[in-house]
Structure formats: structure tokens, C-alpha cells
């Protein structure tokens, strides 16, 4: 079974503080997505990342940045958190191609006070 | 970019009771799924179902890519089938980038 884990289930963080979330996946998958997920408005990709070291941005990539300098790792960084980024962070990996299979992590939700 | 519309937005059932989810989409895709996000907010996949039938147990899905629609069928339900369904496509060309549905919420009351 695949298998995607995130770093943190909660998280309470301060307006200004540079916030990392972690997620791993387990199964080799090239792609790997951030989304964050808001009542009313569904899931909204935030930014993606074809292969190490390659990313590219989503609908909302405003106040995020990524990191993947490992195929299994996908890091989502707010580089000063504000409380407009209070949410629930979703994480995802599928094979790459069309018509894969997605695959999300449990999710971290977190408050920006 | 394409649409994805899911009706209807709220549906409440009384345990037992069948229904039917639908999902429109407005282009032609090479991936449909279909995902149900439990209570703790965890999104597990349901279908990959781009075109044609498919069933597993009480739930079965159907896409008509030429009408570019697909149904989320549901018979018996359960309380544990609470919460929210979401249709997710990927445009022909899109590289994989998946585009969802805003979701529909779903109580099963006992």
C-alpha cells in the first residue's frame, strides 16, 4: 500500500514565524503536490513537483515556497505565516503520466495566530 | 482552466437509503477519481474511473466521458459513509495536475 505521511496532524504557529511541513511518501512517485483545503472552496493546488529539485507553481502559490531535494520528500515553507494561511494542508504523491492514481496524506491542520 | 461541478452540495440521508452524487466536468479528461475525506479529514480513494462502470461493494461509479459526466452511486448507506465526497479530473494535457470539485457533504443519520 502507498503510503504518505505528514510531519504534523495540528500545528499552532505566531503571525511572522516561518512555518516547515514535511511529507514523505514511500513508494518512489515522481509527483508530488501540496494543496490546502478551505470550507466552500474545495481543494486548491498550491504548488507541485514534477522530479527532485523541479517545482512548479499551482493556482495559489502567493506566501509558499517548496523544497524537494529528495525524490521521497516534499517540503511546504511559509516564509512569514499570516492567519489567511490558517488551513488544512494536504499532501499528495502519484507515478508520473497520465491518468495515475493520486494518493493524499492525512493532513496537517494548522492555526496562525 | 476546466470546471468541475458537483451536485448536490449537502445531502442528508436516513441510514439505509441509496443516492446518487453526480460530478459534471467541462473538457475532456484522461483521469477521474472519486475520493471520500472521512471526519479526521483523511482522503482515501475510492475510484479511478475515467470512463465506463466499476464497483466495489455498496458503492459503484459510472463516467460517461462523451456527456462528461460521471455518478457516484451509493446503496445501503451507513453512518461511516459520512462526510465529504469529492470528483477530481485531469485535463487531457494537464501533466497531471488533478482539478476537484468543491465537494459534497453527505450525513447518514441512524
Known amino acids: 500500500d502507498v503510503k504518505v505521511t505528514q510531519s504534523s496532524r495540528y500545528l499552532v504557529k505566531r503571525t511572522g514565524e516561518k512555518v516547515f511541513l514535511e511529507c514523505v511518501q514511500d513508494m518512489d512517485h515522481e509527483n508530488m503536490f501540496w494543496y490546502r483545503q478551505d470550507p466552500g472552496l474545495g481543494l486548491r493546488l498550491i504548488y507541485f513537483s514534477y522530479d527532485v529539485k523541479m517545482k512548479e507553481k499551482g493556482d495559489i502559490p502567493e506566501g509558499y515556497s517548496v523544497s524537494r531535494e529528495k525524490k521521497e520528500r516534499f517540503s511546504l515553507i511559509l516564509e512569514s505565516a499570516s492567519t489567511n494561511q490558517t488551513s488544512m494542508y494536504l499532501c499528495?504523491?502519484?507515478?508520473?503520466?497520465?491518468?495515475?492514481?493520486?494518493?493524499f496524506g492525512p493532513g496537517t491542520r494548522l492555526l496562525v495566530l | 482552466g476546466i470546471q468541475v461541478e458537483q451536485s448536490p452540495p449537502d445531502l442528508i440521508l436516513q441510514e439505509g437509503a441509496n443516492s446518487t452524487l453526480r460530478c459534471n466536468f467541462s473538457?475532456?479528461?484522461?483521469?477521474l477519481q472519486w475520493f471520500h475525506q472521512n471526519p479526521w479529514g483523511q482522503l482515501i480513494n475510492l475510484f479511478y474511473?475515467?470512463?465506463g462502470t466499476k464497483q466495489n461493494g455498496r458503492l459503484s461509479a459510472t463516467t460517461v466521458a462523451t456527456e462528461r459526466y460521471s455518478l457516484l452511486y451509493i446503496s445501503s448507506s451507513q453512518t461511516t459513509d459520512s462526510g465529504v465526497y469529492f470528483c477530481a479530473v485531469e485535463r487531457r494535457g494537464a501533466n497531471s495536475k488533478l482539478t476537484f470539485g468543491k465537494g459534497i457533504t453527505l450525513s447518514v443519520r441512524p
Open positions: 473538457d475532456s479528461v484522461n483521469n
Open positions: 499528495a504523491s502519484r507515478l508520473a503520466g497520465a491518468g495515475e492514481t493520486q494518493y
Open positions: 474511473i475515467p470512463s
